[in-house]
């Protein structure tokens, strides 16, 4: 028994030790670059959902986020929007299924190298039965906080790449 268990032990170091020079990271685990490791960060409405979001992924991300000054580089949001679509309707005309579609759009700027225009957009489908009107509205409101998570989660995913970003602004 006493030679099972040692075993598993020695397997399990093993194959933590052969994952993690790998380079393998958990899902949802991003870097930020070293020239964002000291950041600015500015938005349109200091008190809005999207704010408050972007605030703990830089905080997540071990960001030191310091008042805007002119050699630090400062991430601004710009503007969010949230548009709906109707995608399926029943047979009295009103609306079944619609679409959610979140935009955000940012601006990054790099002291000494430039500024950089991203836009992240988040979508998302649900059902709209009109017979249960308030169940569907604190649902709708549950979506949007969601999509509103993820799009703070896909700007620090852009801003793990911003380096390529402005590389590939040089070039053109």
């Not at 995608?87 to 009295?92: D, E, G, T, V």
Request: contains cysteine.
């Amino acid at each position: 028994m006493r030679f099972k268990s040692l075993f598993n032990l020695v397997t399990v170091l093993t194959l933590s030790s052969v994952i993690s020079a790998c380079g393998f990271h958990l899902r949802g685990e991003f870097s930020v670059p070293d020239e964002l490791s000291t950041l600015s960060f500015t938005s349109y409405d200091q008190y809005s959902p999207l704010t408050r979001y972007v605030n703990s992924q830089l905080t997540l991300n071990k960001v030191n986020l310091v008042a805007p000054a002119e050699k630090v580089p400062n991430l601004y949001l710009m503007e969010e929007k949230l548009t709906e679509r109707t995608l399926s309707l029943y047979q009295n005309s009103r609306a079944a299924e619609k679409e959610l579609t979140y935009v955000v759009k940012y601006k990054v700027t790099l002291p000494d190298v430039g500024s950089k225009d991203f836009t992240t957009t988040v979508n998302r489908n649900f059902l709209d039965n009109p017979l249960t009107a308030l169940a569907k509205s604190v649902e709708r409101d549950v979506i949007e906080d969601e999509m509103r998570a993820q799009a703070a989660s896909q700007m620090m995913r852009q801003l793990g790449r911003l380096r390529a970003e402005f590389d590939e602004q040089d070039n053109q």
